[in-house]
């Protein structure tokens, strides 16, 4: 889904301020702040909507200016969407994501840590669902030496606790087969 | 900041566990292999499965098959690792899966299909109550009924909304299984044949599908009143596309029917819904009435019963009037 993006300047009637942890300030028009909870919760109870309170900088002493902004960019692509909605996780997730979200979360891993932090600090719950989509989508329907290699795990299990038997490191031939879907042993002689 | 190689190992758990939950079944059993953190992490997070299939083999083996990622290989193992695999999956509680097929269909007649179907059932008695909607029980023969309902019994109530089987149903059959919690909140039967069965049992269900020996008029007239309660002109809470459809292996007596009816001040009119049905069905009767939406703001609807007879079936489904007027 993609929304128009009318233009809209910031008054400080409309803005809050926002300083990142290395100390820059950030103008942060209210509309945008609906998109986190965090940020919505504390406008609501220092009244920062109401035009006759005075707003005082709002401290965000976990978030990086560099991560600041690459969020504010995230809120304002989604300035106009509709309220994310959490819903239950049915059987199959969609690995689809619009071009803009892809190239939005086309970045490398650490980047992709601090961003998921910081949209968990945030709690900004459309970018949190989103983020882990991206990375579920980087190892879904990877053996377990892939993803091994995608995530840099070093492993640390020799045999499966349930059988017993050693777990293969890598078997192209056994990727088709049930053993690795089900962690089943070896068929037996029929 | 965090180094792109520890990237996973730093992320939180709640973290990790939300892209787990994305994570397709193989890809799951994939990460489980990794490591025992992501082991003891994957065996937290709930599985979320469409369709699993436990295909039943020779010599005691099964294999398993899941909707959104099987193999082309034929091969099977040992049923009771399957059966330990199986059981593996509803490990978490909060597990789910749309749809259980045990297909046997073939293995009917093999004594060990009984043996396996009860190590399953007592493997799954064991734990919790798994989360199934449907249940699809393709086996030809099978007489091991209290398996049978044991299975059942080992799903959660509140899931399950569907069994749809092949095989014959003994009286007695039929009485274990109407006796247990979750026959009640069934929305929907899909049997074999059923034999000498209380029609009183299934008054409570949506969809309805089986065949008998026989069928007497005051069972018809069971069904055609559990969909309809004459007494108030309103239906019995069943939404649009409810049915009944009754086959009869030996001959059903329509005129004896329609006789009943009428003895109830029905009055019979033949009226077939399109021209195919003159030859087919001996009798269409609609029964129109108005149903209250009670979720809807009471909203009135005005829905008909529509009832087709003939030698080998009874069939009646609730639909729009409009539809067919």
């Known amino acids: ?190 | 900041m965090v180094s792109a190689d520890t990237f996973w190992q730093n992320l939180p758990t709640i973290f990790k566990k939300t892209v787990i939950e994305h994570l397709d079944y193989k890809s799951r059993c994939c990460l489980r292999k990794c490591s025992k953190s992501d082991r003891e992490l994957e065996e937290q997070c709930p599985v979320s499965l469409e369709k699993i299939i436990l295909k039943l083999g020779f010599n005691k083996t099964a294999r398993m098959m899941f909707e959104e990622c099987d193999s082309e290989l034929d091969v099977f193992y040992p049923a009771s690792d399957v059966i330990q695999d199986f059981c593996q999956i509803f490990r978490n509680p909060r597990s789910k899966c749309s749809i259980l097929e045990i297909n046997g269909f073939a293995r009917g007649s093999d004594p060990l299909t009984t043996d396996i179907i009860q190590e399953l059932a007592e493997n799954l008695l064991l734990s919790h109550r798994v989360k199934i909607e449907k249940l699809k029980f393709w086996v030809n023969v099978f007489h091991a009924e209290e398996n049978f309902v044991n299975i059942i019994k080992s799903m959660d109530p509140k899931h399950l909304k569907s069994i749809i089987l092949c095989h014959v149903i003994s009286k007695n059959g039929i009485e274990l299984l109407a006796a247990t919690e979750h026959w009640a909140r069934l929305k929907k039967i899909g049997f074999g044949e059923i034999e000498d069965p209380d029609f009183d049992s299934f008054t409570h269900l949506e969809k309805i599908r089986f065949a008998v020996k026989t069928i007497n008029p005051q069972d018809v007239w069971k069904l055609v009143q559990s969909f309809v309660k004459f007494q108030n002109f309103l239906t019995a809470n069943r939404p649009n596309g409810s049915y009944f459809d009754i086959s009869i292996t030996h001959d059903a007596n329509v005129p004896s029917i329609l006789k009943y009816f009428q003895e109830r001040n029905i009055e019979l009119k033949n009226e077939p819904i399109r021209s195919g049905d003159l030859p087919k069905y001996i009798h269409t009767q609609r029964f129109k009435f108005t149903k209250v939406a009670v979720d809807e703001g009471n909203t009135v609807e005005k829905v008909i019963l529509i009832l087709k007879m003939n030698n080998w079936s009874v069939y009646g489904f609730i639909c729009k009037a409009d539809r067919y007027s």
């Not at chain 1, 990086?64 to 989604?78: D, G, R």
């Not at chain 1, 961003?115 to 990877?142: D, E, H």
């Open chain 1, 1 to 190: 889904m993609s929304c128009e993006e009318p233009t809209t300047s910031p008054t400080p009637e409309n803005n809050i301020t926002v300083v990142s942890s290395d100390g820059k300030e950030f103008l942060l028009d209210l509309k945008l702040t609906e998109q986190s909870e965090t940020l919505a919760r504390l406008i609501s109870n220092f009244e920062y909507d109401r035009t006759d309170v005075k707003k005082d900088p709002v401290p965000l002493g976990n978030i990086t200016s560099a991560q600041m902004q690459k969020i504010i960019e995230w809120l304002q692509h989604h300035r106009y969407y509709p309220k994310w909605e959490q819903n239950d996780i049915h059987y199959s997730t969609s690995f689809t994501f619009e071009t803009w979200v892809e190239e939005y979360l086309n970045i490398p891993n650490n980047e992709m840590f601090e961003l998921l932090n910081a949209a968990n600090y945030l709690n900004i719950p459309r970018l949190f669902s989103t983020i882990c989509r991206i990375m579920a989508s980087r190892i879904t329907g990877k053996s377990a030496e892939q993803i091994r290699t995608v995530l840099n795990i070093k492993t640390d299990v020799k045999n499966d606790v349930y059988t017993g038997i050693p777990i293969q490191e890598d078997s192209s031939s056994s990727e088709d087969g049930m053993s690795e879907i089900s962690l089943s042993p070896s068929p037996p002689p029929i």
